[in-house]
C-alpha cells in the first residue's frame, strides 16, 4: 500500500477523500476533498467506547461488522467521483480508517495512496503557513469608513483582473455591529484558517494581494499567526467617499425589509455606547422604516466614533471612492507606479 506525507501540489493532482465521520468532515477539511466516512458519527463513538473499555480486538471486530457491508458502493462512489485520477485518501491522523479504506480501493483496482498523518499533518502545514506569515507578494490592504464600499472595490478589482482578497466573504461577517445580516456565521476557527490558505494558495502570483483592513477578530473568527500584524506592515490604502455617499450605500446593501428585526436586535447590542436616548431615537426611525435617518444616525453616532477613533499611522495614498470604477483604475496605477508593476490591460 503507497504512502505519502502532505504536499499542496496533492491538491490539484487527487481526488482527496476524507473518511472520517460527517462531523468532523463538517468542522473542517482538506480543500477540495469529498466525504466519504468509514464511519457515521454515532458509530465513532460507539467504537471509541468499546475501544477504551475491551480494547482494540473488540473495536476492531465491530467495525468491521458496521462497515463490511459499504464497501461495494465507497468504492464505486470514490472512482465515480476520481474519474481516471489518482485518489488520496485520509482520516484523522494516518490511522486505521484511511489504510483500511486505501485498502479496499487497492484490491479493487482503484489506485490509492494514504496520507500519512492524515488530516493533523494538513493542519500542522497550515499552522506553520501562517506563523509566521510570509506573504510572496506585497500586502495591499484598503482601509476607510464604514460605508465606503471597500467589498464592492475588492469585486471590482477582481473583475479587472487583480489578485484580491475577501476576508469578510470567507468568514461570513461583514466585520462590524450589523456585519451578520443574511449571513450565517456557522464556520469553524479550522475552517476559515482553510479557506484562508487556499485562497491565498490559489492567488495568481506576481500581483500585489489587494484585501479590506480587519480588526483581528472578524465576528467569531480570528486572523491566524501573525497574519494581522503582517497587513498592519502592508501598502495602506486610505478610502473616503462622501456621507452622502456612503448612507446611500449602506441603505442599498442592509436596506432590506427582511433585515429589519435582525437589525433591531443589532442596534441594542450597541446601546451602551450609543446612550439609551439616541438608542431608542434610532430605534424608532427603523421601526417607521426612515432609512435615511436611521443609516446617518449609525454612521455619525456609532460607527465614526468606534472605528478608526484613533489612528495612529498614515495612510501611503488617499484614494476618492465616489466612483467604483474610477477609484479601481487609479488604484491599479498608483500600485503599478509604486511597486514597479505593468499596468492592467
Known sequence: METTPFNEELLDSHLLV??????EYLEDHIPGAINVPLLDNEERVEIGILHKEQGPYAARRRGLELTAHRFPEMVR??????AGRPVLVYCWRGGLRS????SILDLAGVKATQLIGGYKSYRHVVGEYFTPYLPKTPLVVLHGMTGIGKTTLLQRLKERGNSVLDLEGLACHRGSA????????????????????DAIRKAPAGQPLILEGESERIGRVSLPGDFYQKMAQ???????????TRVRRLIEEYGLPEYKEEMGVALQRIRKKLGGKRCDELAENLERWEMKEFMTGLVCDYYDKVYYKNRTWEADFNLDMEDFDRAAEELEKVLAARLALPPSP
Open 18 to 23: 476524507d473518511v472520517r465521520s460527517p462531523l
Open 77 to 82: 462512489q470514490i472512482a465515480d467521483s476520481a
Open 99 to 102: 489504510k483500511t479504506v486505501t
Open 178 to 197: 450589523f456585519g451578520q445580516l443574511g449571513l450565517n456565521q456557522d464556520l469553524t476557527q479550522k475552517r476559515f484558517e482553510t479557506l484562508l490558505w
Open 234 to 244: 502592508g501598502v495602506r490604502v486610505w478610502c473616503h467617499a462622501s456621507l452622502e
